[in-house]
């Protein structure tokens, strides 16, 4: 987990591409009724500007009132260490996925009378996958890199 200010922005980073390419390439697939080999290729295109507006809501919004939600579920120094970290995922996934849903829907789908149920839809539509994504890939796989990149930091100052 991260210790420093710095280790957090390089977290966010890596959760913030893992997380978005994936919910993308998810989006994509619903969109041109499943998965082939461009959708891979054309979330890529999507992932700039998703991953910006993403990393901006984490940063400024959802990241800091996750925690606080979190932490009114859980202890830390308390509770166990997993379960603090779905604590604070589960959050993070409430919160971000009815937000970057939003967004995709005004990006995507454009501003028009039907905004609103566009949104609750497509909102629908993502928060199962995000939260499995997030649960069950993104959530580990970002921790055991983000272990990896500063594991052999720590290891070469010693």
């Known amino acids: 987990m991260p210790k420093t ?3 957090e922005i390089i977290f966010t980073i890596l959760m913030v ?8 390439v998810y989006n994509i697939s619903l969109d041109r009724g499943g998965v082939s080999n461009a959708v891979f290729g054309l979330a890529f295109r999507e992932l700039l500007v998703m991953g910006i507006v993403a990393f901006l809501l984490e940063v400024f919004l ?4 996750a925690k606080k939600l ?4 859980v202890t830390p120094g308390k509770d166990r260490m997993i379960v603090i970290i779905l604590a604070i995922s ?11 849903s939003f967004a995709a829907t005004v990006l995507f ?3 028009d009378s039907e905004l609103f149920a566009k949104w609750i839809q497509i909102t629908a539509l993502n ?6 994504w997030q649960i069950f890939f993104t959530g580990p796989l970002v921790r055991w890199i983000f272990g990896r990149i500063f ?3 720590a290891m070469q100052t010693t």
Do not use: D, H, S, W
């Open 70 to 73: 979190a932490f009114n579920l």
């Open 151 to 153: 594991r052999e930091k």
């Open 127 to 132: 928060f199962p996958m995000a939260l499995f």
């Open 5 to 7: 200010k710095f280790q």
């Open 90 to 100: 589960a959050m993070t996934v409430c919160l971000m996925c009815p937000l970057m």
């Open 109 to 111: 789908q454009g501003v």
């Open 17 to 24: 591409i893992v997380m978005v390419y994936g919910m993308v």
């Open 62 to 65: 959802a990241g800091p009132l």
